[in-house]
């Protein structure tokens, strides 16, 4: 049995603000979306948080992200203004442009961003966006952005355009449309090309397109122990829950880390660090009704589906946030 974790320096990560988002893409990994009340933090949370990060990781590279942080934009700016009061590094902003409503608006909202110290932004580009919303808005946001930002818009990811460009940009995407013309293998290149890791409703995503392993297969070389000590790509809520590297629906608190933390509290983690620990993890589950279904794309994907039922039959500190395990966040998936 592993007795406890250690974490390294944190590298780098992302502050979330929230997983509201007015999207429900079908590859995201945190499951946001409309729905999601959770992770938004108040101004004196906000506060708490960036003071913890100063403390505990000021040599980190930051973002902020979501769900969409422009949906409060007050909130965000108040996230700028702490992270450059305090010295922090913040590399760009995450947003998907779905606040974009003309040219003069982007500009507008971008230059009072720069102006209390944002540098970039980082614009979401790829089919699994503009399903829901209409490139036009995605373009303005980028000319805008190269307006007014000393480094401009980190666009993520450039070679999607051509694809999306196939249909009308001033309406949403029609994304079945568009896979029925080149088939599922080209469904499931889009994953590819993106670099989706196969969890929350990404891994439905890889499994609907033709990525399908029996459970005991889906277990095997799980990369969880590597997952879990990654510090290069974490993130933090609003709620000081801590995110290790892009393991979503697993929390710690941030006020423990860096460091060695005792996992007596966090049976899930504890399991999962062992010797085919995501095995086991599936195993303990059984016991409590767990019943996997025929078909894993990946780990990840089996992970979050014994999570699922863990968080609802078994609840423990280190499942969360609640609202990933809302059944309207992980469609595709029974508890």
């Known amino acids: 049995m592993v007795d406890s974790l250690t974490v390294g320096p944190l590298v780098g990560g992302g502050l979330v603000l929230g997983y509201a988002c007015p999207s429900m893409c079908r590859h995201c990994l945190y499951a946001c979306g409309p729905h999601r009340k959770d992770g938004k933090p108040t101004l004196r949370e906000l506060e708490g948080i960036l003071d913890l990060l100063a403390e505990r990781a000021p ?184 995110v290790p590297g892009l393991c979503a629906g697993i929390v710690l608190p941030l006020e423990v880390l860096p460091g060695q933390v005792n996992l007596k509290a966090y049976p899930v983690i504890r399991t999962l660090l062992e010797r085919d620990g995501l095995e086991k993890l599936v195993l303990q589950a059984m016991h409590l009704g767990f019943e996997p279904k025929e078909h894993y794309s990946a780990p990840c994907d089996l992970c979050t589906h014994v999570r699922l039922h863990l968080y609802k039959n078994r609840p423990t500190a280190d499942l969360g946030p609640e609202g990933f395990y809302d059944p309207r966040s992980l469609v595709g998936f029974k508890g």
């Open 59 to 242: 040599n980190a590279r930051y973002h902020i992200g979501g769900g969409e942080p422009l949906l409060d934009r007050a909130l965000l700016r108040r996230a700028i203004m702490g992270m450059r009061d305090r010295g922090l590094s913040l590399e760009y902003v995450e947003t998907n442009a779905a606040w974009v409503s003309s040219p003069q608006q982007a500009v507008e909202v971008l230059a009072e961003l720069e102006s209390i110290g944002l540098r970039c932004v980082l614009v979401s580009v790829s089919p699994f966006h503009a399903e829901h919303i209409p490139f036009q808005k995605t373009r303005t946001l980028i000319e805008a952005a190269r307006r007014v930002l000393p480094s401009g818009a980190f666009v993520w990811i450039q070679e999607f355009v051509p694809d999306i460009l196939t249909q009308p940009e001033d309406q949403p995407l029609n994304f079945e449309a568009l896979v029925d013309e080149r088939g599922d293998p080209y469904a499931l290149s889009l994953a590819l090309r993106y670099g989706l890791v196969p969890g929350g409703r990404a891994g439905r995503y890889f499994e609907h397109y033709g990525r399908r392993l029996g459970w005991k297969d889906a277990a095997r070389n799980a990369p969880c122990s590597n997952r879990l000590i990654d510090t290069s790509h974490f993130h933090v809520d609003g709620q000081a829950r801590y």
